[in-house]
């Protein structure tokens, strides 16, 4: 039984991990919280709210300064360096995030999802600023 909205948009969001926003029902998303849909609809009038308020909390907080930098830096390359890791780090937390409650992947489908991961080299980054 969900009791605060914080749980709601926590169990919401295993839903929207599980299927797309137009599948995921208001009565889907009342059903994985437990509760009927006007306990849903009374943290959030509408679906898009809900959404919102996941993206919020599971993506969009995630990406704050504090998250991304370890602390002041001295050049822009340091700077830099800092921002993709911390960006990096952000993508592997939410990957987890993802994995705990998500059934891993065919083989062919990881398959693919390796191939367009490594088609990017993520250890080599430059950048070329015009003199």
């Known amino acids: 039984m969900i009791t605060n909205r914080e749980e709601v948009i926590d169990k919401a969001f295993k839903v929207f991990l599980r299927m797309n926003y137009e599948k995921a029902s208001i009565s889907t998303l009342a059903k994985a919280c437990g509760v009927v849909k006007t306990g849903v609809v009374y943290y959030f009038p509408h679906k898009l709210d809900l959404f919102m ?23 822009l390359a340091e700077f830099i360096e800092q921002y993709v890791a911390g960006v990096s780090a952000v993508m592997n937390h939410i990957t987890k995030l993802k994995t705990a409650i998500l059934p891993p992947m065919s083989s062919n489908r990881y398959n693919a999802v390796q191939m367009i991961m490594n088609a990017v080299p993520t250890s080599i980054i430059s950048i070329s600023f015009p003199k």
């Open 53 to 75: 308020a996941v993206a919020d909390k599971y993506v969009i907080q995630m990406q704050t300064p504090a998250n991304k930098f370890a602390g002041p830096t001295e050049t």
